[in-house]
């Protein structure tokens, strides 16, 4: 997830710790999900418990990601506060999350009018998983990224949060060699006129 400039920022600039604040993020979706059904009387199956935290897992990955790489890529304004600049980005973002998450979660409660009991209990479960994760995503995940941000800021390590680092605390903003090559090299190429 973080951007690594060089090797003496690799511990602050490193985001293990909001990667996983984000896999559990996913978990607690898939568990709260369980519980709803749980409480309503739906059985759960193994498939369900084996399969569902997975294929939840794909889609919060991919939201954390775009989440991430929108705040990293983005400048801050002056005088722009470090809380409003992630409210404006989540600005841009959100829609997004929201409409695949949208989309999800009602392809699979479509799927909850299936005759099979299998598939509905299934495409019931992985549906309202799929909608806890874009709520906790929205809420909690963008807390951590906030708090994240600040201790990036402040020069301090990722997991070891009460140590700081002697030097310069300003976070470089470039773009990075993979996303460099996709827009000034493979980008042209695959949309040039042969």
Not at 108 to 122: D, I, Q
Request: aromatic share 12%; charged share 15%; net charge neutral.
């Amino acid at each position: 997830l973080g951007q690594f400039y060089n090797c003496s920022r690799l511990l602050i600039d490193s985001k293990i710790s909001l990667g996983l604040c984000g896999v559990l993020i996913v978990l607690c979706a898939t568990v709260c999900s369980i519980g709803v059904f749980s409480y309503a009387g739906i059985p759960a199956t193994l498939i369900i418990i084996e399969v569902v935290p997975f294929l939840v897992l794909a889609v919060g990955v991919d939201n954390i990601f775009i989440l991430v790489q929108a705040f990293q890529r983005d400048e801050r304004r002056k005088n722009e506060e470090l809380e409003d600049q992630i409210a404006r980005v989540l600005g841009q973002v959100a829609p997004s999350l929201f409409l695949t998450s949208f989309s999800e979660t009602v392809a699979f409660c479509l799927g909850g009018l299936s005759s099979m009991p299998a598939v509905r209990v299934f495409s019931l479960y992985a549906g309202l998983a799929v909608f806890f994760d874009f709520l906790l995503q929205i809420t909690c995940f963008v807390s951590l990224l906030t708090i994240d941000a600040k201790r990036q800021e402040n020069n301090r390590m990722d997991f070891c949060c009460c140590v700081k680092v002697a030097g310069k605390s300003e976070v470089p903003k470039s773009e990075g060699f993979l996303y460099a090559f996709v827009k000034h090299i493979y980008a042209p190429a695959v949309l040039k006129d042969w």
